[in-house]
């Protein structure tokens, strides 16, 4: 009997809902929130009950029955730092969803949404692999500085997927390799998986590795705090720098890739620069993460919107391709990775975590 699941992955101004038959995409859904929508709510949480009905109203308008679902799986949010997996929305992670640990931002209400609704018809809800999952060593963790400890934040629901993609295509088990899976989009993660964990990465948050489309990566910290104090910034206005306004997008006035590659191609000598430092960066945290994985690995793994591009595998493969063999995944089928944690708990492959 095929499992139904529906999947909620809510963004800052857009929900994407899809519906699956195990692992079969009956359909999908991005629902659009206009600035003036969301304008009306003082709060993240305030938005639930109205992107609850949007959700509601889609699924009666595709004649979808709600009470035909097995089970309801949210995007997880900005919780306490948590092992990967797949977790139900217990008391205490819906609690601290609400909450927020580690900040607010829309898709902690991927799991109150997922409860909500599995409460309503008797079906269990699920979170899988948020971006707060940390299986950093104890090593991992020292920066040099001990009020400022290195933490894991970064695209580890995608990561852990085509990683396990990878291992299930090579009939092996991911807690069975060693693998360097690089993420690019508007946000670059290099994460080193030895044995189904997550050892090191870069914390795509506030800014560490390489720069990418949007975020200054790691940047010199002495003239960083000059910075600070210079007067010219405010907080907001510096952190939107890093986060927001860096890579990309602080030298070219774009954060579309295709634009910079289309620049390249015209003989746009700056934006070559650029996009060479893009690899470089890249490369560069990729041998340290072989590094640390002590030169045994398995395979790199390229995923993310830029990993469509040939150049991009060609320039990395060139540069690193000594390290080990390349497999491309691009881009980032997130409603299928949260489809698939919930299957591998329903089918009992393997157990659902406590928060």
């Not at 807690?175 to 360097?180: C, K, S, T, V």
Request: charge should be negative.
């Amino acid at each position: 009997m095929a499992i139904k699941s529906l999947i909620i992955n809510p963004g800052s101004t857009s929900t994407k809902v899809g519906v699956f038959e195990d692992e079969t995409l009956l359909f999908e859904e991005t629902l659009r929130h206009s600035t003036e929508e969301i304008a009306q709510y003082a709060s993240i949480i305030d938005q639930k009950d109205f992107r609850k009905e949007i959700i509601l109203n889609f699924l009666a308008a595709k004649d979808c029955d709600i009470n035909s679902f097995d089970v309801i799986v949210g995007r997880g949010g900005l919780l306490k730092p948590i092992p990967g997996g797949t977790y139900a929305v217990s008391d205490a992670l819906l609690a601290d969803l609400k909450i927020g640990p580690q900040g607010q931002h829309a898709s902690n209400l991927g799991g109150i949404l997922a409860r909500e609704i599995g409460d309503q018809i008797g079906a269990p809800s699920y979170i899988v692999d948020p971006v707060v999952v940390d299986e950093l060593t104890d090593v991992a963790r020292v920066s040099g500085m001990p009020e400022l400890p290195r933490r894991s934040v970064f695209h580890a629901l995608n990561q852990k997927a085509v990683a396990r993609r990878y291992a299930k295509e090579q009939g092996v088990k991911y807690e069975d390799l060693n693998l360097i899976v690089i993420h690019m989009g508007g946000g670059v993660s290099v994460g080193a998986h030895r044995k189904g964990q997550v050892v090191d990465v870069n914390n795509i948050l506030d800014g560490e590795g390489a720069f990418s489309p949007e975020r200054a990566g790691t940047v010199p910290v002495g003239d960083l705090i000059k910075l600070c104090f210079s007067g010219k910034y405010s907080q907001k206005e510096l952190y939107k720098k890093i986060c927001g306004n860096g890579g990309f997008n602080g030298y070219l006035g774009t954060n579309d890739a295709r634009e910079v590659q289309k620049r390249v191609d015209a003989g746009d000598a700056t934006a070559k620069l650029i996009q060479d430092a893009f690899y470089y960066q890249i490369a560069k945290d990729a041998g340290a993460m072989a590094a640390v994985l002590c030169g045994k690995v398995d395979q790199i793994i390229l995923t993310g919107g830029i990993a469509y591009s040939p150049v991009t595998k060609a320039k990395l493969e060139e540069m690193i391709g000594w390290i080990a063999p390349f497999t491309v995944y691009p881009g980032e089928d997130e409603l299928l990775a949260l489809a698939q944690g919930a299957l591998r708990v329903m089918r009992g492959e393997e157990a659902a975590k406590e928060y």
